[in-house]
């Protein structure tokens, strides 16, 4: 049986779930929309392979805590901090920087110590840390950091010059009115200044470090930037007209904010690049590995401060972030989300979503699951595949999901409508057969046959003598109340004794046994049905309704012998049915009632398969199409 339109309430459920989604999706830019993309970025990223860095390799020299604990508790005086950088700087890498934020003069120095304690004369015994820092800083290429203030202090660092072929929009640049930098001793022995800053997402990682930075007027570039240029030799930066930094030979896409995400190494990797500045300091051999590398000084020591969350180690110190910031410059593989990727993300998610409403629709559940599910993975694939093909960082997760959901939302309505049918078409045809034949047929629906067969069946065929006269004295709407009581009462007989209701024609009811299941015993419990439906129909008649209207008794005829059993009718109408002389013999039989002065005719078919002391024969008849007079009886 088929319900028109069935599908049409779940699709719309999926519609309105998907409308709503986006919606939402839309309206948290910043946080479970931008969290769910950058968690499966994460992971994501790490899966693919790093290609090989052009140029200078990256080195750190870590003041760890074997450092510390060999040549003293941090804070170091900026003399101790010399000779960490000399003895990197020895090595003749191709540029060094600091990851320590040099802010202020040295306050282990002399000069310090005077303005601190108002001593008329200098100390002797503390060295100029500023100076011989910076000395040291002068003998390879080096960088300092800076950090972002919130005021404008009025300190100023030289930055390099920033061209710009076009004019191009960055509204999401970090910009701050000031900075906080080395003293101006220290600064003289460097030869670049890099915003040292990375700000931790909404969800609390560090993924980015910013390439540009703006400190009042002031255009200036980020650590990881300023390393790479004076490590490449390069007087001044390029933005060209497809807002891409050039740096030298590296071209670096800035995308809306300015910063560049990080595919960041697991702390396994660490290992391979780091070396401790105790052992450089003792190890004459250590230096070696520094040599023509792009060395940074930072520090893994808990104590230093310089530890932050990434999606790499909740411990990761900053030196590490900024290494992998260099590195990824170096390798040329920048993925960046311009600002039309938002949008379109959104439009693929709408264009998943009608397409898997679309496949619910149209599709047995399995195999529509099945294949939305592939088309799913396929968006995920491809947004995996497009950072190294496309440098684009396309989000992997979001648009699945939304359609994912408005896909189970309209999987679920239309699990639910189909629920909500076949229940009602369970109360439908229990009505015709017994509820345990409606179970099996809802639990094996191929157990049931309706493409026609021949068996043997038990007819019974029922009539209300005098319904012709009550219906032209009774009011219609009394008439259709006490019919609507009379089948209800007998319906439920049939179907109680295994029988079939096969249809109701005016007042008669025609019902059949061992159809379109099997059932043992069928001419006895037609004949039982018989009894219990006189009986039922005594009580309607008892009724009130029934006495007012003169309901008539109930004539019945039963009749066992072969018939054609199946679903008949063209596409529009089809009407499970029993053709045969069986039918025939029922229907006549019912009507010899009349003759015979009886309420229940049995034919010689179902008294043969009867216990003979059960029965009572009533007469002898020849029905009409039938040449042979044939014995007939009632239920003794």
């Known amino acids: 049986m088929v319900w028109p339109g069935r599908r049409r309430p779940a699709g719309l459920a999926g519609l309105v779930a998907l409308a709503v989604l986006l919606g939402l999706w839309c309206a948290s830019p910043g946080g479970l929309r931008e969290g769910l993309r950058e968690r499966t970025l994460d992971r994501l990223l790490s899966l693919l392979p790093r290609g090989d860095a052009v140029g200078p390799g990256v080195a750190i020299v870590d003041v760890d805590r074997e ?54 004369d200098p100390v002797p015994a503390l060295p100029d840390g500023d100076a011989r820092l910076a000395e040291a800083l002068g003998v390879a290429p080096s960088v300092l950091g800076f950090a972002l203030e919130d005021t404008a202090s009025g300190q100023d660092l030289p930055a390099p010059p920033i061209l710009l072929r076009a004019p191009i929009s960055l509204p999401g640049l970090w910009r701050a009115p ?23 997402d909404a969800d609390g990682p560090i993924r980015r470090v910013p390439l540009l930075v703006l400190t009042g007027t002031t255009l200036r570039p980020g650590l990881a930037v300023e390393v790479a240029r004076v490590a490449a030799g390069v007087g001044a930066l390029l933005i060209d007209e497809r807002a891409r930094l050039r740096i030298g030979d590296m071209t670096v896409p800035l995308g809306p904010d300015a910063a560049m995400r990080l595919m960041q190494r697991p702390p396994a990797a660490w290992a391979n690049r780091t070396v401790s500045a105790a052992r450089l300091l003792e190890d004459p051999t250590a230096a070696r590995g520094l040599a023509g590398r792009i060395v940074l000084i930072g520090s893994s020591a808990p104590e230093v401060g310089g530890l932050r969350v990434t999606p790499a180690s909740a411990a990761t110190p900053s030196v590490q972030i900024q290494a992998e910031a260099i590195e990824t410059l170096l390798r040329g593989s920048v993925a960046f989300r ?90 439908r045809f229990e009505q015709h057969l017994a509820p345990d034949v409606v179970r099996r047929i809802a639990a094996d629906p191929a157990a049931l046959r309706l493409r026609g067969e021949s068996r043997e069946i038990t007819a019974l065929f029922t009539d209300i003598e005098g319904f012709t006269g009550m219906t032209e004295r009774a009011d219609p709407a009394d008439l259709v109340a006490l ?107 019912e009507a010899a009632n009349k003759e015979l002065g009886s309420s229940i005719c049995i034919g010689p078919g179902t008294a043969a398969r009867l216990d003979p002391a059960s029965l009572r024969e009533i007469g002898t008849l020849t029905l009409r199409g039938q040449s042979r007079p044939v014995r007939v009886f009632t239920p003794a």
């Open 483 to 589: 019919l609507d009581a009379y089948f209800d009462a007998a319906a439920r007989v049939v179907t109680d004794h295994g029988g079939m209701v096969e249809k109701i024609v005016g007042d008669a009811v025609h019902a059949i046994f061992n159809a379109p299941f099997a059932l043992d015993f069928h001419p006895a419990r037609a004949v039982a049905c018989a009894v219990a439906l006189l009986e039922a129909t005594e009580t309607v008649r008892a009724s009130p309704l029934g006495q007012r209207l003169r309901l008539g008794r109930t004539r019945i005829g039963i009749e066992t012998g072969p018939a054609i059993v199946g679903d008949v009718g063209g596409s529009r109408k089809l009407d499970y049915t029993a053709h045969g002389n069986a039918m025939n013999t029922a229907a006549r039989l």
């Open 178 to 200: 000031g900075l906080v930098g080395p003293a101006p001793t220290v600064a003289a022995g460097a030869q670049g200044f890099g915003a040292q800053v990375a700000a931790a």
């Open 67 to 120: 450092t510390l604990a060999r040549l003293g508790p941090w804070p170091w005086p900026r003399a101790r901090l010399a000779r960490v950088v000399r003895a990197a700087a020895a090595a003749r890498p191709a540029a060094l920087a600091l990851d320590i934020l040099l802010a202020g003069p040295d306050r282990f120095s002399a000069a310090a110590i005077l303005r601190e304690d108002g001593v008329a």
């Open 338 to 427: 311009p600002a039309w990727l938002g949008p379109a993300e959104v439009v693929a998610a709408a264009a998943l979503g009608l397409l898997g409403l679309l496949l619910a629709a149209r599709l047995r559940p399995l195999a529509a699951a099945g294949l939305f599910v592939l088309l799913c993975l396929a968006w995920t694939g491809a947004a995996l595949a497009a950072v190294p093909a496309l440098g684009l960082l396309v989000d992997p997760a979001g648009p699945p999901l939304v359609a994912l959901i408005g896909f189970a939302v309209a999987a679920l309505a239309r699990f639910a409508c189909d629920e909500w049918r076949a229940r009602l078409l369970r109360e």
